[in-house]
């Protein structure tokens, strides 16, 4: 599978470097918003890596919890904005239809099945969820890692979905300055940016320096102190701005057109990257999730 990939939280969350700060924390999450997967390979190493040390399903929890708590990339921005458990199961389906991921994974109402695309020699594990019926049966050759990694996110879903139905507003309006808030560096240079981008749109970075009272090489040069770009933070916070338009009326190519995308076809392109979803694909699950659902279908 040399061209498979996996979302980026459960790499990150089973490679558990050492060394991360708050800023790499942001850094990182912006990084992702723009490309929400990592390799397979590195997914499946981690796995096996976190395995060997005899790591338990709590722990491989908790990593990926931290990481989902920061999380802002349009895919997860969609599969956490439901209020019922059925819309997850849609939702995360056509996920796994649409990206190219190197283990595919079904939810349904008696639980969830996952199999490598590789073809592979198959084994069966069972585990409790608190998703759907509470069963899981996995089919593949992925470290018990990888399977609990996957697992976490599945609960978070659910226990997320549950939470937003109690919310007179339903869920949370996640974006780069809440991230950033979290982490504790809205102050920082990078917060600054972060804040002015999402609230003014898709503005040159010397409009941005005018605004924070600072020369455009000053403002450049304390980013990449920090790791990142101003272009990194204009795309993430484009992402995410269009992600939270795709639930209005507003056409494709509007949205495309005022959040600075050169076309709709350009849009497409970094949401097929960003979430491995297209914006049309992720516009008729938000529509569905307001209606009736219909039976599980691949045509979506």
């Given at each position: 599978?040399?061209n ?13 470097k050492?060394?991360?700060t ?58 956490s ?81 549950r ?6 507003s339903?869920?949370?309006r996640?974006?780069l ?24 749109g ?10 924070l009272g ?37 056409s ?49």
């Open positions: 599978m040399p498979s990939l996996a979302y980026h939280v459960v790499v990150n969350a089973l490679e558990d050492a060394g991360w708050p800023m790499s924390r942001f850094v990182s999450a912006v990084s992702h918003a723009i490309s929400g997967h990592l390799p397979y390979q590195r997914y499946h190493a981690a796995g096996r890596a976190r395995t060997a040390e005899g790591a338990g399903a709590g722990v491989v929890e908790r990593m990926v919890n931290d990481f989902l708590a920061t999380d802002i990339n349009p895919g997860y921005l969609l599969l904005s439901f209020q019922r458990e059925a819309d997850v199961l849609v939702a995360f389906n056509a996920y796994n239809q649409s990206a190219k991921l190197g283990v595919q994974t079904s939810l349904g109402s008696s639980g969830y099945v996952r199999r490598l695309n590789s073809g592979s020699r198959n084994s069966s594990h069972n585990a409790n969820a608190n998703g759907a019926d509470g069963s899981l049966m996995a089919h593949g050759d992925d470290p018990d890692s990888c399977r609990q990694g996957t697992l976490a996110i599945v609960e978070t879903m659910m226990a997320t979905t939470r937003n139905a109690q919310l007179p339903g869920a949370e996640r974006s300055t809440t991230t950033a808030k979290i982490l504790g560096v809205e102050a920082s240079a990078v917060g600054e940016v972060a804040l002015v981008f999402e609230s003014e898709h503005i040159p970075i010397a409009s941005v320096a005018r605004k600072c020369h455009q090489r000053t403002l450049e040069r304390r980013l990449r102190e920090s790791n990142i770009t101003a272009e990194a933070l204009r795309q993430a916070s484009r992402l995410v701005r269009a992600s939270h338009r795709l639930s209005s009326l507003d494709l190519t509007m949205i495309a057109f005022d959040e600075g995308f050169s076309d709709l076809a350009h849009m497409t392109r970094a949401f097929q990257t960003a979430s491995g979803m297209p914006p049309s694909l992720i516009r008729k699950l938000m529509r569905l999730s307001q209606n009736t659902l219909p039976a599980l279908s691949p045509s979506l």
